[in-house]
């Protein structure tokens, strides 16, 4: 706990707590053996920009599909944080995917960071987005990232498409407007709820 924070302080000056962080690209790879990628009409070297809210005031979860939700806790390596996708998923589950079970993960809002390492996650169990890269003491404008989309169907058969991103844009909240993806929840009202200070006029 205390190598986590003492790693927050270090790299404090370059981070907020509350911010849009935009990531800019182009899809490299593709598997799609779900369908979902054709569906949606992409192809190798299509442009990627995934708008990623990051809020280090509230720990990363995941929401289980009978209700419970886990809390991420930090430990010596790592350091959690609330994440979640504003815009720019370009696939989603096919037939209603294939994870309906209890256990199965209805929503991840979770990122960290450690000493060497910087990842989101969002989506669920049926959909995902996953971004990563160095550690953000390493960050600035046009720092390099990776990512993965993937969606299954009704058989367990996946849709995957990787992408390089580069960091383009580090905005303040409080000077952005919520803009929902088409394909993604984006912020939900029990989050809007619990903070009246960020609903936009």
Known sequence: MLACLAYLLCVGAIQTMLAYYTFEGSIDRIGDDAGAVAIAGLSVNDPICYVFLIDR??????????????????????????????????IREVNGGSFKGPTSIVRFNRGFESNSRFDLLTGSSDHFINVWGASMSEWGIGTP?????????KHKNSSIYLSHLSLTSISDINLVPVQRSSHHGGLDSAYLDDHPQRRYR
């Open 145 to 153: 990232l990776k990512a993965i989309e993937g969606a299954y169907d």
């Open 57 to 90: 005031e509230r720990p990363g979860t995941r929401v289980i599909k009978d209700g419970s939700i886990f809390t991420y806790n930090d430990d010596v390596n790592r350091a959690y944080f609330f994440t979640d996708l504003i815009s720019g998923s370009r």
